[in-house]
């Protein structure tokens, strides 16, 4: 379960008792941890219905974000989006702030077994188009909503750090990157985004998009911040048909993939060492992959 060095001890017993104390309706119910949990939170199952999120440093995490937000966007989106159903508080025993949440059935999206993949390719766009027609007002900046160029030293940073036994093609990696600053940046009014549609945050039934998650990320920002899943999730022959469902311009496009490649340089180096699995980039995505250089990469060695 344990994957970062700050991360406060958090097992079945502790998560047990704080049911007990603050929801004590729920307290005879199986629990069990969730083998699929973030790379932010833990999660564990609650009987059949309900589901326990707790912040794995056992800091103040996104719920008074989610609590703010959830009920209200839920009715305006086309699929379903956590429902919190018990607010926990800290305790002696855990310091922050945590949640019970409505158990959602699916599974994440693997793009090599899907039937119809175009269904989830418009289904995605629907969802994006969705949320970008929401109100701002009252809203915040996204987590990852500010201009592209922001994230220029970090990812810089990274590359210098890369050697040809990584396997990644850092020429045409650093060109990617040089692109992508050099168009120009998004000049309209801010839109409501997700910012974190990793394939992991998206629930399908029977291949089709019926629940998105962890809106933690959530508020208003670029537009491109949404569409990483063009590069860390759909495929060359399903790709156009997303920008044309979302009637995508050049520049938007152009820096939507270099936010998928920062977010990959960034975190790739972390994950190998603190979650491997999640590490590891690979020509069709996997479901469990929170990081991908896809489609700049091939293998890691």
């Given at each position: 379960?344990?994957?970062?060095?700050?991360?406060?001890?958090?097992d079945?017993?502790l998560?047990?008792?704080?049911?007990?104390?603050q929801?004590?309706q729920?307290?005879?119910l199986?629990?069990r941890?969730?083998?699929?949990s973030?790379t932010v939170?833990?999660?564990?199952r609650?009987?059949?219905?309900?589901?326990?999120?707790?912040?794995?440093?056992?800091?103040?995490?996104d719920?008074?974000?989610?609590?703010a937000?959830l009920g209200?966007l839920?009715?305006?989106?086309?699929?379903?989006?956590?429902?919190?159903?018990?607010?926990?508080?800290?305790?002696e025993?855990?310091?922050g702030?945590?949640?019970?949440?409505r158990?959602?059935e699916?599974?994440?999206?693997?793009?090599?077994?899907?039937?119809?993949?175009?269904d989830?390719?418009e289904?995605l766009?629907?969802?994006?188009i969705?949320?970008?027609?929401?109100?701002?007002?009252?809203?915040?900046?996204?987590?990852r909503?500010?201009p592209?160029?922001?994230?220029?030293?970090?990812?810089?940073?990274?590359?210098?750090?890369l050697?040809?036994?990584?396997?990644?093609p850092?020429?045409?990696v650093?060109?990617?990157?040089?692109?992508?600053?050099?168009v120009p940046s998004?000049?309209?009014?801010?839109?409501?985004v997700?910012?974190?549609l990793?394939?992991?945050?998206?629930?399908?039934v029977?291949?089709?998009?019926t629940?998105?998650?962890?809106?933690?990320?959530?508020?208003l920002?670029?537009?491109?911040?949404d569409?990483?899943?063009a590069?860390?999730?759909?495929t060359?022959?399903t790709r156009?048909?997303?920008?044309t469902?979302?009637?995508?311009d050049?520049a938007?496009w152009?820096?939507s993939r270099?936010r998928?490649?920062?977010?990959s340089?960034?975190?790739?180096?972390?994950?190998?060492?603190?979650?491997?699995?999640?590490?590891?980039?690979?020509?069709?995505?996997?479901?469990?992959?929170?990081?991908?250089?896809n489609?700049?990469?091939?293998?890691r060695?």
């Amino acid at each position: 379960m344990r994957i970062h060095d700050d991360e406060v001890e958090i097992d079945v017993d502790l998560v047990r008792r704080l049911v007990a104390r603050q929801f004590p309706q729920w307290a005879g119910l199986p629990l069990r941890w969730v083998a699929t949990s973030g790379t932010v939170h833990l999660l564990f199952r609650l009987g059949d219905d309900l589901c326990v999120r707790l912040p794995r440093d056992g800091g103040p995490g996104d719920a008074a974000k989610e609590r703010a937000w959830l009920g209200r966007l839920a009715p305006l989106l086309p699929v379903t989006i956590p429902e919190i159903v018990g607010a926990g508080e800290p305790t002696e025993d855990f310091p922050g702030h945590w949640s019970v949440f409505r158990w959602l059935e699916g599974s994440a999206p693997d793009p090599e077994r899907l039937a119809r993949p175009e269904d989830l390719t418009e289904d995605l766009a629907a969802f994006i188009i969705a949320m970008r027609s929401l109100d701002p007002l009252g809203a915040q900046t996204a987590h990852r909503g500010a201009p592209l160029a922001n994230l220029d030293s970090q990812t810089r940073a990274y590359l210098a750090q890369l050697t040809p036994q990584d396997g990644i093609p850092i020429p045409e990696v650093t060109k990617a990157w040089d692109e992508a600053l050099a168009v120009p940046s998004w000049d309209g009014p801010p839109v409501w985004v997700h910012a974190d549609l990793m394939p992991a945050n998206l629930l399908l039934v029977e291949d089709r998009l019926t629940a998105v998650l962890d809106f933690g990320c959530m508020g208003l920002g670029d537009p491109s911040c949404d569409l990483m899943p063009a590069w860390n999730l759909l495929t060359s022959r399903t790709r156009p048909r997303f920008r044309t469902a979302l009637n995508v311009d050049e520049a938007t496009w152009a820096r939507s993939r270099g936010r998928a490649l920062s977010m990959s340089l960034i975190l790739l180096p972390y994950y190998a060492t603190a979650a491997p699995p999640w590490s590891r980039p690979r020509a069709a995505p996997s479901t469990r992959s929170s990081t991908t250089l896809n489609p700049f990469v091939k293998r890691r060695g």
